[in-house]
């Protein structure tokens, strides 16, 4: 589960998310050529990031670890939480927790961190610090469809349907194309006796993407 925003012009947004990739494989070529001549731990940071953007999650990783080695501390930060969110990507998420946390403590209250950072929790089924974690952010930022979702699906969880309901249709009612909330809804519709809901819900949610251990991002 990651952060999810609304788009009002997907179209552009998605010509805009082509220019920035293309800008990050420049960079790439150019942090390739610093780190051979003289590597350094800003540079390897900045080589992950790149490489996490692009989807190559062992190589930034990779390179992430070396900046640690190097004793990275231009941006603690922001180190932590891409570190943390790639960890995440990787399914590697007691690291991801870890990482999280760090980045937490630097900055408390940090919405994307709470976010990822639940999400964590919830794959190692730790529902109850999940939970924290959504609660705050969906306080944080009620317009959050990731957040209301979490909340919503530890909620399911831990059994507690009739709670789970109104956070899952807040989360899609934000993002109706949210098909994780869809399934999950479905889930909870199910868990009620709501068949012809529940069957509803999952044709929608598959009609609009879902598969299993498939996650909906949009990229603003």
Do not use: W
């Not at 317009?143 to 919503?152: I, K, M």
């Amino acid at each position: 589960m990651t952060a999810l925003a609304a788009l009002s012009q997907p179209v552009l947004a998605q010509s805009s998310r082509d220019i920035q990739l293309d800008q990050v494989r420049m960079n790439l070529m150019l942090l390739d050529a610093k780190i051979n001549s003289a590597p350094s731990a800003d540079a390897y940071f900045m080589r992950g990031s790149a490489n996490a953007a692009l989807g190559k999650n062992e190589a930034a990783e990779t390179d992430f670890a070396m900046a640690e080695q190097l004793k990275y501390s231009a941006n603690l930060f922001k180190f932590y939480e891409t570190r943390g969110s790639n960890f995440l990507v990787l399914e590697k998420n007691d690291a991801a927790v870890a990482q999280l946390t760090k980045a937490l403590a630097l900055k408390p209250g940090d919405t994307t961190c709470l976010i990822n950072r639940a999400s964590g929790y919830f794959e190692l089924g730790r529902y109850k610090e999940a939970l924290d974690d959504a609660q705050q952010a969906a306080k944080r930022e009620p317009n959050s469809s990731a957040a209301q979702q979490l909340v919503g699906t530890c909620h399911l969880k831990t059994g507690q349907y009739e709670k789970a309901l109104p956070y899952l249709n807040q989360a899609i009612a934000l993002e109706p194309r949210n098909f994780e909330a869809l399934h999950y809804r479905g889930l909870t519709y199910e868990k009620l006796g709501k068949k012809a809901e529940a069957k509803k819900d999952f044709d929608e949610a598959v009609a609009r993407g879902y598969a299993p251990g498939k996650t909906f991002e949009v990229i603003n």
